[in-house]
């Protein structure tokens, strides 16, 4: 069963720029979350999305968006991109996210690292 | 204060003997309590899930959970050289969202 897919891997941007991460979560798995990850602060939460409704927010400023597909693929923009957001950005899948089973636990993809010059 | 604290620095043990990693939360509410490993390049892969208090063993990990004091641990029993990598714990709090310490970096000398 394939895993959870995100594209690109590797991106340069500049300053001033916008950028849009994809994920594809792993086919049946309807909640789909991103985190920023970085040396100093570690994995920090974005958002979730469940059947299309972002269900959950994390302290990250308006330029940075999201969105899910009835597919539950996923995709996420960071407007006017500053150097501070350079940053591996990871998405996990899970079937559910809340209950007391497996079918909460998070499944990470590859990651896509965004680089800003 | 963060809402998953792991203050330990960087963990150096023999292989074979024991790691021990701490974790300490701070929402009450939180009911799920994991532990990932992520190797230096790659992304965190699940190596425990515990949600009531007490032991749970799978293998050699053995994760401990005690909700009164809010803290959760993680043995590693044999401690073999591809076990060092950096492990995180993560809480998912009273509000469903999955919170993650900045890790604990192990390394195992052979």
């Known amino acids: 069963k394939a895993g959870v897919t995100q594209t690109p891997r590797y991106l340069i941007k500049t300053r001033g720029q916008q950028v849009t991460l994809s994920c594809s979560p792993i086919?049946?798995?309807?909640?789909v979350s991103w985190y920023q990850q970085t040396p100093g602060q570690g994995l920090q939460f974005l958002f979730e999305?469940?059947?299309?409704?972002?269900?959950n927010k994390g302290n990250f400023p308006g330029r940075f968006s999201g969105r899910q597909f009835s597919n539950s693929r996923s995709e996420m923009n960071v407007s006017t991109l500053e150097l501070g957001d350079s940053a591996l950005y990871l998405c996990?899948?899970?079937?559910?996210?809340?209950?007391?089973?497996?079918?909460?636990?998070?499944?990470f993809g590859a990651g896509s690292r965004l680089t800003v010059l | 204060q963060k809402e998953v604290e792991q203050n330990s620095g960087p963990l150096s043990v023999p292989e074979g003997a024991i790691a021990s990693l701490n974790c300490t939360y701070s929402?009450?509410?939180?009911?799920?309590f994991f532990w990932y490993r992520q190797y230096s390049g790659k992304s965190p892969e699940l190596i425990m899930s515990?949600?009531?208090?007490g032991d749970k063993e799978d293998g050699r990990f053995t994760a401990q959970l005690n909700k009164a004091s809010q803290y959760v641990s993680l043995l590693i029993r044999d401690s073999q050289p591809s076990d060092s990598a950096t492990y995180l714990c993560?809480?998912?709090?009273?509000?469903?969202?999955?919170?993650f310490g900045k890790g604990n970096q192990v390394v195992v000398i052979p």
């Open positions: 993560a809480v998912k709090d009273g509000n469903n969202r999955l919170a």
């Open positions: 996990a899948s899970s079937w559910t996210s809340g209950g007391f089973s497996g079918a909460n636990v998070l499944t």
């Open positions: 515990i949600y009531s208090n």
């Open positions: 999305y469940f059947s299309e409704t972002q269900r």
């Open positions: 929402d009450r509410g939180s009911q799920s």
């Open positions: 086919s049946g798995h309807r909640s």
